[in-house]
């Protein structure tokens, strides 16, 4: 199996090649995996039912929130750290900063040394070209409601 890549070209904003186009690779997704089917998938490798694994995921992600927004780092062995970060606009002086300058809070993951190696093993194809369908006139196929 391998993960689909699409050819894209961007303008260079800064640096030594500022206005050039280059093409870059973009990541294409095949589809989702949600979680009922992760469920049923960690299911099939351990004695739990799906529901189960449902429950505990539920509870991962509830303390998980809760550890947050305490301001710990959230460490869940081989599979990664997740943390707070916080993006705020800039002040001149240090005193006029406060918290009601802070715009937003995300949430920032590392993946852990099992995920870090799955990664590295990942193979790459590049997405064929997808041909248009149509009569080839170049007219919207869709009726015209005046």
Same mark, same amino acid.
């Given at each position: ?19 050039? *186009?280059?093409? +870059? ?5 095949? %589809? +989702? ?33 809760? $550890? ?17 970060? *916080?993006?705020?606009? %800039? ?16 949430? *920032? ?15 790459? $194809? ?21």
């Amino acid at each position: 199996m391998s993960l689909k890549f699409k050819k894209v070209q961007r303008k260079i904003m800064f640096g030594a090649d500022k206005d050039k *186009v280059k093409t +870059y690779a973009m990541a294409k997704a095949s %589809g +989702y995996c949600d979680m009922a089917k992760l469920c049923e998938l960690i299911s099939n490798r351990s004695a739990m039912s799906s529901a189960d694994v449902k429950a505990i995921l539920d509870s991962l992600n509830w303390a998980m929130g809760l $550890e947050l927004r305490s301001g710990n780092i959230v460490q869940v062995g081989e599979f990664g750290n997740f943390r707070l970060s *916080v993006k705020s606009t %800039g002040t001149e002086n240090e005193d006029d900063f406060n918290a009601s300058k802070i715009k937003k809070a995300r949430i *920032v993951f590392t993946p852990g040394s099992s995920l870090r190696w799955s990664n590295q093993i990942t193979k790459f $194809e590049e997405e064929a070209e997808k041909k248009e369908s149509g009569s080839g006139t170049g007219e919207d196929d869709r009726p015209v409601i005046e």
